[in-house]
């Protein structure tokens, strides 16, 4: 069964804005920290974002101020707003469980964000 879905990347301009949507499950959501990941060509993935069950949030550095992890228990889902996009954003975009260890499920297909002119 497919655990964790994305979805709403797709082609933006520098400085535009686009929200991504993780749609995952009650039991995912309710027991996990959650987070957002991003891996561009050659690169290795990283984590972007990532927000607790009481809601704190913690980002990298290179999108803080920029983009911002919630959740919504009540729909089963995590969405990233970033604005303010830089073609070093470019990447294709995870969410998954984070753990000590990595990541609490097999990775999705992701969605791709592709920021340029």
């Known amino acids: 069964q497919v655990q964790l879905v994305e979805s709403g990347g797709g082609l933006v301009q520098p400085g535009g804005s686009l929200r991504l949507s993780c749609a995952t499950s009650?039991?995912?959501?309710?027991?996990?920290?959650m987070g957002w990941y991003r891996q561009a060509p050659g690169k290795e993935r990283e984590l972007v974002a990532a927000?607790?069950?009481?809601?704190?949030?913690n980002y990298a550095d290179s999108v803080k101020g920029r983009f911002t992890i919630s959740r919504d228990n009540a729909k089963n889902m995590v969405y990233l707003e970033m604005n303010s996009l830089k073609p070093e954003d470019t990447a294709v975009y995870y969410c998954?469980?984070?753990?000590?260890?990595?990541?609490?499920?097999?990775w999705g297909q992701g969605t791709q964000v592709t920021v340029s002119s």
């Open positions: 998954n469980a984070r753990r000590n260890y990595g990541v609490g499920y097999n």
């Open positions: 009650r039991s995912i959501l309710s027991s996990n920290v």
């Open positions: 927000i607790t069950s009481g809601g704190s949030t």
